[in-house]
């Protein structure tokens, strides 16, 4: 009823052969395995490379992830910006009542201008680092997939019709490397 020449996913060196000609298999057995070592840093340089974005961001775990406006670098430019509006507004009042000269507002106000600029620098960067966490969270999860990837399983219950690769052979993406048949249930055409 069904037959299917099965390629592999992942690149590697075949480490393991778990099925050969004639064998029965059942529906996700592990036919195939590919050497995993490559996969598994790849995985580990990601996993780090996750965590080390969420470390950025200030948060501790995927799921729980601040606003952006309680990431720490904003949380920083938006006190630094409190105090630069508080300085502003004495120093706007002081000139008013004549008791400080126009350049201790004119500072001021510069001041208050380079605050606010940093404030909405943080902001963006917090942005780009939410952006950063999202990027390596489906890295992790295409390197977890390749190293599922390295394990060939049966599409569904059959036979082994023909093996197609050794022990030790190198393959690649899409390489044929089994023929599995279905033949509990026949289809006839006459």
């Known amino acids: 009823e069904e037959q299917v020449t099965i390629s592999s996913q992942a690149d590697g060196a075949v480490s393991k052969v778990l099925a050969d000609l004639g ?3 059942k529906a996700g057995q592990v036919l195939l395995e590919l050497d995993r070592e490559k996969l598994e840093y790849n995985l580990e340089l ?3 490379a996750l ?3 969420l470390t950025k961001y200030g ?7 601040p606003p952006i406006e309680q990431t720490p ?6 006190a630094e910006l409190g105090q630069a509006e508080q300085a502003y507004e004495r120093a706007n009042e002081l000139f008013g009542r004549q008791l400080v000269p126009r350049q201790t507002l004119d500072d001021a106000q510069t001041t208050l201008r380079a605050k606010q600029a ?3 620098s943080a902001l963006q960067g917090a942005r780009t680092l939410g952006v950063d966490v999202r990027s390596s969270n489906a890295a992790v999860k295409l390197a977890d997939r ?3 990837d390295a ?4 599409p569904f219950d059959g036979y082994v019709q023909r093996r197609m690769v050794s022990l030790g052979e190198f393959v690649k993406s899409q390489t044929p490397v089994l023929s599995l048949v279905r033949v509990d249930t026949l289809k006839v055409t006459a």
């Open 23 to 25: 064998d029965r298999v």
């Open 51 to 53: 965590t080390r974005a």
């Open 118 to 120: 940093t404030y909405d």
């Open 151 to 154: 394990s060939i399983r049966a």
């Open 146 to 148: 390749q190293l599922r």
């Open 59 to 65: 948060a501790i775990e995927l799921g729980h992830l």
């Open 73 to 78: 670098d904003v949380q920083k430019a938006a």
């Open 46 to 48: 990601q996993q780090a």
